[in-house]
């Protein structure tokens, strides 16, 4: 088997096994999108939705593996992107279908009741300033670093690593060189905050704010960790695996832990956000004109998700979209 | 202290927004001095239009509750309560006559609310 169909297949499968436990990844009284008794994904009926479902994601994946098997050999890079493509809009199709099931039959109708506290905010609402600073002050101390040791550092160096481990980019020792990694992690440390702050004066008040808060908080360090690592490669030797091995360490310690937030006892005593289903496109798509909030708790998975009905979400999307392709546009250039 | 509204209600949201917080401001649960959330932060968490809530704060405001400010959001006021006319009297008198007229008609007896009028009473002697 060729290492590029394996490599090809890796994310089909990891997708693949995201989708199939996706579903339980939600609130109490919510399933697969829908408003639900709390008791009824452990009914009979509720097992038969849910196996039915597996059944369909298991059948797209191994379609869109079929596909890749097909296509990457003829086209390495597109080979991956169109069954990846193909598997994701066929495993919302099947979760749209799902939810429209549970909905239209086993669905119940909340009363859209919300409250507002008219008390001052009480603490832990917020960003904690004691946690989110250490990771810019380890990217400064990494650029003392760097700056005291400039004469060390090579003309050239690399700069990014191939899969197989060999360098495939450089860099020169001039301020771009040397500094950028850890100006880019300033710059997402900061997008990391300032998404924070708008989950904080922008989006209602639910179990999934402090959690998301404190995920976005811990994420700082490993984030910040990988561009420190970048930033000293020229001068110190670290095994290439530590830097992945960590964030994957950390992005799973944080998922174990929210996840076992958003569903313990004292937030399954909290009412998921009274929505009606209807707002809900395909189960996964909050589109609401008339709430004005741009960022609404998931109904399915952890953390938030945008209010395509609002004009600033769309904003907020072109932006990130803009940053996301901000590497492949410069280099472009 | 929080402020409840039902999107599914007949009655507007902006008018129950005004009702909460008379009731809260009438029952001295929100002392003079204190601070109201801003528009923002009250249309996003209920889920209305900025409008609505900035509409229901400049009612209250205009009947000498509330205190706004450019940017400094609301404060409640100190207010003397003002002398009531005959005139407002028998429109409240009406207005309770046809809110009594309407339960029964859905079927609350005249007991129910009868005890239902004598704890509020009771609530406003306290």
């Not at chain 1, 690592?229 to 310690?253: K, Y």
């Not at chain 1, 395509?308 to 904003?315: I, V, Y």
């Not at chain 2, 509750?65 to 409640?76: F, M, P, S, Y």
């Amino acid at each position: 088997m060729k290492p590029e169909f394996l490599l090809a297949v890796v994310p089909l499968l990891l997708i693949g096994v995201l989708f199939q436990y996706m579903p339980l990844i939600t609130r109490r009284g919510i399933y697969f999108s829908a408003s639900v008794d709390p008791e009824f994904p452990r009914s009979e009926d509720g097992r038969r939705v849910l196996r039915s479902y597996r059944w369909q994601a298991a059948l797209w994946t191994i379609l869109a593996c079929v596909l890749a098997a097909l296509l990457v050999p003829q086209s390495p890079q597109y080979g991956v992107t169109f069954p990846v493509l193909l598997m994701v809009v066929g495993l919302v199709y099947s979760y749209w279908l799902k939810f429209r099931e549970v909905h239209d039959r086993y669905g119940l109708r909340r009363p859209e009741v919300r409250e507002t506290s008219l008390s001052p905010a009480t603490e832990g609402e917020g960003i904690r300033f004691w946690v989110v600073v250490p990771p810019f002050l380890a990217l400064a101390a990494a650029a003392f670093y760097l700056h005291a040791h400039w004469d060390q550092i090579p003309a050239q160096f690399p700069m990014h690593w191939g899969i197989n481990g060999e360098p495939n980019r450089w860099a020169n020792r001039d301020f771009l060189g040397v500094y950028g990694a850890l100006l880019m992690g300033a710059v997402m440390n900061l997008l990391f905050l300032v998404f924070a702050w708008t989950l904080v004066h922008m989006s209602r008040k639910s179990i999934m704010l402090p959690v998301t808060l404190r995920m976005l908080e811990v994420l700082l360090y490993p984030l910040t960790l990988s561009f420190v690592t970048a930033s000293l490669m020229p001068l110190v030797r670290v095994p290439l695996w530590i830097v992945p091995a960590v964030i994957l360490a950390f992005s799973a310690g944080l998922f174990v832990w929210a996840y076992q937030k958003i569903t313990a006892p004292v937030a399954t005593g909290e009412t998921p956000e009274p929505q009606n289903d209807s707002y809900w496109r395909a189960g996964m798509f909050y589109y609401n004109p008339g709430d004005p909030a741009i960022f609404v708790p998931k109904r399915v998975g952890i953390g938030y998700t945008m209010n395509f009905a609002n004009k600033a979400a769309w904003f907020v999307l072109a932006g990130i979209l803009l940053i996301a392709l901000m590497p492949a546009l410069m280099k472009g250039k | 202290m929080t402020l409840r509204i039902d999107l599914d209600s007949a009655v507007p949201a902006y008018r129950q927004i005004v009702d909460g917080l008379r009731i809260l401001l009438v029952g001295g649960k929100l002392a003079p001095g204190s601070e109201l959330p801003s528009v923002r932060r009250v249309a996003v968490d209920l889920g209305v239009h900025f409008n609505t809530v900035a509409e229901a704060y400049r009612t209250l405001a205009g009947e000498g509750w509330i205190d706004l400010r450019h940017g400094r959001g609301a404060t409640v006021l100190r207010r003397d309560a003002p002398t009531v006319n005959a005139e407002k009297v028998t429109e409240f008198r009406q207005r309770l006559r046809a809110l009594v007229a309407e339960m029964q008609s859905q079927g609350a007896s005249a007991a129910k609310l009868s005890v239902e009028l004598r704890q509020l009473a009771g609530e406003l002697e306290v």
